[in-house]
């Protein structure tokens, strides 16, 4: 039965759905993918996760194709990202049969939660992966949990494909540059929550965030990544405290094949007022075109999209990956998996 959701009108948010699956690592190994209806974990009260912040997360979603299959987005990306993540902050690495099984597990079983073709909305997968053993010293637990949950999702920004507001955050910083900030570890988020609650109380949908050292050249988006389009060049920043966005990754690829030369290097702030088009890219994000950054302390304010409307090759970008997503266009770079 289809579940009683207005999926056009859906948020980024939590519905729940009606399963999710779990994988305990215990005296070194996996064991058996488990089936479960709870949305609650029973942890132990002294468990790395919930002390010491031993936790890794991430996001891929399913969507609803043109043809009625349905697709997963570059999951591999996604397995490889959460066991440098698990390197980076010494937990048990998620292998990519068993990281592919239980995604494909979660999708299959909440199948009738996956919004319909043309409704805007997807299926988000959340994997994650926390330190359950307890531990009441500094170090890494020795028993590990794996959770899979899924959940429909519409718009990470309530605009949608329209041009958003951003503000530039000094006050605060979400990474260091030698600490987690290319890890998907919960902490990085429990950091940016002053600047994201800063910027939204200023009435902007999300911080911009800086290089920590000098505060000059660009590092994040919130939860997305940075992209300019200037003199048909895709620019985008290199830094050491961002997370390496496999959607960036994969604009990346799509704008070489659109013929557009790509830059991987710092961007210094200065360069704003000469990018013709700006961005903000992620799985939650997709492509957002920003129409305005404001540096509030400097009382500067960029602008772009003057006519309200996304830049050209935003525009060309989004219809190619979201083609590519819900098949509407051929897959050049084997992207999709499909689930029977
Ligand atoms: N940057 C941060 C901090 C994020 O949380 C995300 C979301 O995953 C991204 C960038 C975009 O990464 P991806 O395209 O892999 O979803
Ligand atoms: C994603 O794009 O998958 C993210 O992780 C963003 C999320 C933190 C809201």
Redesign the pocket.
């Known amino acids: 039965m289809k579940p009683n959701l207005n999926w056009s009108e859906l948020k980024f948010g939590y519905v729940p759905t009606d399963y999710n699956v779990r994988c305990y690592y215990r005296d070194g190994k996996w064991g058996e993918l488990e089936i479960s209806s709870s949305e609650y974990l029973s942890i132990h009260m002294a468990a790395t996760a919930l002390h010491y912040g031993q936790e890794a997360f991430e ?1 891929l979603k399913a969507y609803r194709g043109k043809d009625g299959k349905i697709r997963l987005f570059r999951w591999q990306e996604n397995a490889k ?1 959460m066991q440098n993540t698990a390197q980076g902050i010494r937990m048990a690495e998620v292998p990519d049969e068993l990281f592919r099984d239980a995604v494909i597990k979660a999708v299959k079983l909440n199948e009738r939660f996956i919004p319909p073709y043309g409704t805007g909305a997807s299926l988000y997968i959340r994997p994650l992966l926390i330190g359950s053993g307890a531990e009441v010293g500094i170090g890494p637990a020795k028993e590990f949990l794996f959770v899979v949950f899924v959940t429909p999702v519409g718009p990470y920004f309530k605009e949608g494909f329209n041009p958003v507001k951003i503000a530039i955050i000094r006050d605060s910083d979400r990474a260091a540059p030698l600490g987690t900030g290319t890890f ?1 570890v919960g902490g ?1 988020y429990a950091a940016s929550l002053r600047g994201f609650k800063k910027a939204k109380d200023a009435g902007y949908s999300s911080p911009m965030y800086l290089d920590c050292c000098e505060k000059k050249y660009i590092d ?1 988006i ?4 940075f992209f300019a389009i200037k003199n048909n060049t895709y620019i985008t920043p290199k830094s050491t405290s ?2 390496p ?4 990754m994969s604009l990346i690829q799509l704008a070489e094949d659109l013929g557009l030369k790509v830059e991987r290097r710092p961007i210094h702030i200065d360069e704003l007022p000469s990018f013709e088009e700006v961005g903000a ?5 997709v492509i957002t075109p920003i129409g305005e950054i404001n540096d509030i302390d400097k009382g500067v304010v960029y602008t772009y999209c003057k006519d309200g409307l996304p830049g050209p090759i935003s525009t060309k970008l989004y219809n190619t990956l979201l083609g590519i997503q819900c098949g509407e266009i051929p897959d050049p770079h084997n992207w999709i998996t499909f689930i029977e």
């Open positions: 996001g990202r998907k990085n994040e919130g939860a997305a990544n961002i997370l966005s496999i959607t960036n890219c992620g799985t939650a994000a």
